[in-house]
């Protein structure tokens, strides 16, 4: 017996993303280059930058590749723990 999707069930192609969606990923890809630079210009390692602002160093890696989006509470704890304003993690 073969297991799979039911019958008359669709499959979500890449096309059948919303733009919507693709504005985030741009987003959220170009808001964690901007936290790693920040982050490498004060020689700071995902290690010590997670564990102060009390997050994963891996979950932050996720943050900085865009596969993940950060919350506004994120970015302010990001932006404290690097001394910067927080407008400053935003394009």
Do not use: C, F, K
């Amino acid at each position: 017996m073969r297991i799979g999707r039911p019958p008359g069930a669709r499959t979500l192609r890449r096309s059948a993303i919303s733009p919507r969606e693709n504005e985030i990923d741009v987003y959220a890809r170009r808001v964690g280059q901007i936290v790693r630079d920040a982050r490498m210009e004060r020689g700071i390692s995902t290690a010590t930058l997670g564990t102060a602002i009390g997050m994963h160093p891996r979950t932050l890696h996720r943050l900085e590749s865009g596969a993940r989006s950060p919350l506004l509470e994120t970015l302010i704890r990001i932006a404290r723990a690097l001394g910067i304003a927080p407008r400053e993690l935003l394009p």
